[in-house]
């Protein structure tokens, strides 16, 4: 079974970057793409970005375009979030998941929690 583990996050002000890290492990762990979501106050998860793990592509939702960056390192399974001039509407708990079109491939992790506030 993979297991996921979101890091990174913390408390910051606004205008502040962080960089998140998903950190992969388990024998299956295949992906085609990895994606990155963030909580929500209906208590689902919006997609942010997800790359591709056999290629460069990348891929953003449309409120993530600017600001968020995703990157991946394959020889440590480690996924990256980077996200700069952080907004308080940032503020969720940030996860990780592979990912094929809609289809979410492993269970979920932990998360890590983005606070932006002055």
């Not at 992969?24 to 762990?29: I, L, W």
């Not at 591709?52 to 600001?67: I, L, P, V």
């Not at 996860?95 to 492993?106: E, K, M, P």
């Amino acid at each position: 079974q993979v297991h996921l583990v979101e890091s990174g996050g913390g408390s910051v002000q606004p205008g502040g970057s962080l960089r998140l890290t998903c950190t992969a492990s388990g024998r299956t762990f295949d992906p085609s793409f990895m994606a990155w979501f963030r909580s929500t106050p209906r208590n689902d998860r919006d997609f942010l970005a997800a790359v591709s793990w056999y290629t460069d592509s990348t891929y953003f939702a449309e409120d993530a375009k600017g600001r968020f960056t995703i990157s991946k390192d394959k020889s440590k399974n480690q996924v990256y979030l980077q996200i700069d001039n952080l907004k308080p509407e940032d503020t969720a708990v940030y996860y990780c998941n592979g990912r094929v079109g809609a289809t979410i491939l492993y269970p979920w992790g932990q998360g890590t929690r983005v606070t932006v506030a002055t």
